[in-house]
């Protein structure tokens, strides 16, 4: 969405903080500033951030009737509900089609923008798009997270929604990631959904979420330094 998100998310990379990033093709500017950040170098780490709001669409009106306007932008969120699944697929499976030409590969997962998956018409399109690529997806314990785990795709065991963009630090999150851990019996895969970043001008104008996107970057950067998860029984996965 940005340099400095690009610059913070490289940098968690080379920290060892993080293991896994996702990349937007239809936000302005995404492309092109992927290519200048070389995301190829993580193409076995990186996913697909599948979108249906927050920029762009890949396709035309004429293409996707349903899901974009006369203004060739997206449908409202409020709208997104309505709109056909052959639509939603046609979209994604551009999508899909962007981020494998970036990486040289195809995506290392699936996981979407503002949660969008989690809606009906979009979910059997998730599903779909997940076990033709043989993809594993942003899963988790809830709904959603059944559906996808009965249609045989593999995915996180559990899904930490609601730390980012808080502020809460690294406290909080051990708390959290310990008490998901014992939920668990400490068996599974957990994620931790985050949104790094450097704060900067473009980004201000861009998206309510800035400065405390620079929070949850400290936060996982002074766990890994502390080497917290090793020490409580953690391993650092991909999806792969």
């Given at each position: 969405l940005s340099g400095g998100i690009c610059r913070a998310i490289l940098e968690l990379f080379y920290a060892q903080a993080v293991t896994t990033t996702t990349i937007m093709v239809a936000a302005p500017g995404a492309l092109r500033r992927s290519r200048d950040w070389k995301v190829e170098r993580l193409a076995e780490m990186a996913g697909l951030h599948l979108q249906?709001?927050?920029?762009?669409?890949?396709?035309?009106?004429?293409?996707?009737?349903?899901?974009?306007?006369?203004?060739?932008?997206?449908?409202?969120?409020?709208?997104?509900?309505?709109?056909?699944?052959?639509?939603?697929?046609?979209?994604?499976?551009?999508?899909?089609?962007?981020?494998?030409?970036?990486?040289?590969?195809?995506?290392?997962?699936?996981?979407?923008?503002?949660?969008?998956?989690?809606l009906p018409n979009c979910l059997d399109v998730y599903i779909a798009l997940a076990s033709e690529f043989n993809l594993p997806v942003r899963r988790g314990d809830d709904v959603t997270g059944r559906r996808v785990k009965a249609a045989g795709v593999a995915g996180s065991d559990e899904v930490i929604y609601d730390w980012t963009a808080h502020g809460f630090g690294a406290e909080r999150l051990m708390e959290m990631l310990a008490s998901t851990a014992a939920r668990m019996s400490g068996c599974g895969t957990v994620e931790v959904v985050s949104h790094p970043g450097f704060n900067d001008s473009y980004l201000e104008s861009a998206s309510s979420l800035n400065k405390l996107r620079e929070a949850d970057m400290y936060a996982l950067r002074e766990i890994a330094e502390d080497h917290w998860l090793e020490r409580h029984g953690f391993e650092l996965r991909t999806f792969q």
């Open positions: 249906l709001s927050g920029g762009l669409p890949l396709s035309s009106r004429r293409q996707a009737r349903s899901l974009v306007d006369n203004t060739g932008r997206f449908v409202p969120r409020s709208e997104l509900s309505q709109v056909d699944p052959a639509d939603i697929e046609h979209e994604w499976r551009l999508q899909v089609e962007a981020v494998s030409e970036l990486l040289g590969r195809l995506p290392s997962h699936l996981d979407s923008h503002h949660g969008v998956h989690h």
